[in-house]
């Protein structure tokens, strides 16, 4: 479990546990993944967990961790779920090389780096079979204001699992790419309940969606009761963000005057963004009819944008 110290990662390290996997919990944050490791279940005697540091953006430290996790369990991981993740958000217009870069690295190029690893280990163990579950977004698909790293990271893990699911099939090994939606998680807890109140009243179903919603769906994809499905992409939305475009700056509700995205000033929220916009000016609404503007007059009312 590659991002198991925190937020999803650390529901589906709990959710394989009490199926009986014995978790290796890999982070950067090794603080989080031992935190992760203490409250696992152990049912059976031998149901063992371990935490382990890793940086997944680099080809060594992901290679060390695979010699740890065989060492330690004596065979390379059956199934492996990809979450590290991380965002810095800017809008094209502002992001930088060195931001962009960062986002690929850990997230595209971390999930390869993975992802190559536990199907070398899989593969020179023999042994057949094996399940690499690798973490999208919904963002990926449909892209997001302000999120241009993290969207084409996203669409690549993608591609790259789908790749894997065809090259990887001969050896009996599924992959899948699981797009979560809005999920409450450290990373959400950072937004003021307001927007949060505003993402889920773009949601269908209601509501943001739980870490423990993904890990189902992880458990699932990890069994063989989903023997037959590889290089499948599983949306976890609640219908949020759906493919076609219903991203917050263009919601028909906002064309109903029932919504918002804001930029406010300090660090300031946009509903389609699960980060900060680092926003020097005023406070700035927009979308909806009330405040007459569709998405050319939000770009346009951007600080710094002009
Ligand atoms: N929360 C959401 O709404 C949401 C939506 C769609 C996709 N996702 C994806 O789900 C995954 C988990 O997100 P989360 O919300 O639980 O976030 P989170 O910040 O709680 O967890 C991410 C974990 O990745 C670890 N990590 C970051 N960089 C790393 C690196 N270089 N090497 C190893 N570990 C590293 C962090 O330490 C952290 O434990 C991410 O890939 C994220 O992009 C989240």
């Known amino acids: 479990m590659a991002g198991g110290g925190s937020g999803i990662g650390r529901a589906v390290c709990a959710r394989l546990a009490e199926e009986g996997a014995l978790v290796a919990v890999a982070d950067q944050n090794e603080a989080g993944a031992a935190e992760t490791v203490r409250g696992l279940p152990r049912g059976e005697p031998g149901q063992e967990h371990e935490a382990f540091g890793v940086d997944v953006s680099s080809a060594q430290s992901v290679g060390e961790l695979m010699a740890r996790i065989q060492a330690r369990f004596s065979a390379p991981p059956r199934v492996c779920v990809s979450c590290a993740g991380i965002t810095?958000?800017?809008?094209?217009?502002?992001?930088?090389?060195?931001?962009?870069?960062?986002?690929?690295?850990?997230?595209?190029?971390?999930?390869?780096l993975v992802t190559q690893a536990v199907a070398r280990g899989l593969v020179e163990s023999g042994a057949p079979g094996g399940s690499i579950i690798n973490m999208g977004s919904i963002v990926g698909k449909v892209g997001n204001l302000g999120q241009v790293s993290y969207a084409a990271s996203k669409a690549g893990v993608e591609g790259l699992t789908k790749t894997a699911a065809k090259e990887l099939a001969r050896f009996g090994i599924r992959c899948n790419v699981v797009l979560p939606g809005f999920i409450a998680t450290p990373m959400t807890d950072k937004v003021p309940p307001k927007v949060l109140?505003?993402?889920?009243?773009?949601?269908?179903?209601?509501?943001?969606?739980?870490?423990?919603?993904?890990?189902?769906?992880?458990?699932?994809?990890?069994?063989?009761?989903?023997?037959?499905?590889?290089?499948?992409?599983?949306?976890?939305?609640?219908?949020?963000?759906?493919s076609g475009a219903r991203t917050p700056g263009f919601s028909p509700r906002l064309r109903e005057g029932s919504g918002g995205c804001w930029v406010r000033a300090g660090g300031g929220w946009e509903p389609g963004l699960l980060g900060s916009i680092p926003s020097s000016g005023r406070e700035v609404g927009v979308g909806g009819l009330e405040q007459g503007g569709w998405e050319p007059g939000f770009l346009g009312s951007l600080p710094g944008l002009g």
Do not use: H, W
Request: net charge negative; hydrophobic share 40%; glycine share 10%.
């Open 197 to 242: 109140q505003k993402f889920a009243g773009m949601v269908p179903l209601g509501r943001l969606g739980d870490p423990k919603e993904v890990a189902d769906v992880c458990v699932f994809l990890a069994s063989d009761e989903s023997r037959y499905i590889t290089g499948a992409s599983v949306e976890v939305t609640g219908m949020g963000r759906e």
């Open 88 to 112: 810095m958000d800017e809008f094209l217009l502002k992001q930088t090389e060195a931001a962009f870069d960062k986002v690929l690295q850990v997230n595209l190029k971390g999930t390869f």
